[in-house]
């Protein structure tokens, strides 16, 4: 059998294979990516209590936003390693997160046993309040 004709049938059985793992683990596909640096990060970020900074507390109010918009903002983000600390104690993570047309960047302390949110800065528009 030519080289050709092997790779062709082993790519068609990897295609149906694919297909087969994908119909069969739907519900659970995440379970595929939860172990990637960022992924464990986030979780490790809402499983922890979540406090606020004084000056971010200020800045979620001049947004006019809640603790809930945090949350999702968390689970919408991608964690940014090179500008987060990571060595430190606590750590400090930076994550990016688009809404609409603006970009957020929230920055974390993460301790054992509590997330505290330190600072929203809006990267495309400058946030205008009064905070400390």
């Given at each position: 059998?030519?080289?050709?004709r ?13 297909l087969?793992v994908?119909a ?9 990516t939860s ?6 990060v986030?979780f ?5 209590e ?9 800045q ?5 936003e809640?603790?809930s ?6 689970e919408?983000?991608d ?5 987060s600390e990571?060595?430190?104690?606590p ?9 609409g ?10 301790a ?9 800065e809006?990267?495309n528009n400058?946030?205008?309040?009064d905070?400390?």
């Open positions: 059998m030519k080289c050709s092997r790779l062709w049938l082993y790519f068609l059985g990897f295609g149906i294979g694919c087969f994908v069969v683990f739907n519900e659970r596909l995440s379970v595929l172990w990637l640096p960022g992924n464990r986030k490790d970020l809402k499983r922890s979540l406090r606020f900074d004084p000056l971010a507390q200020c979620l109010t001049c947004l006019s809640d603790t918009w945090v949350s999702k903002g968390i919408a983000s964690v940014r390693f090179r500008l990571t060595h430190d104690n750590r400090i993570y930076v994550l990016d997160w688009e809404e047309d603006d970009t957020f960047r929230l920055r974390f302390a993460l054992d046993s509590s997330t505290t949110l330190l600072e929203i809006n990267l400058p946030l205008n309040c905070c400390p």
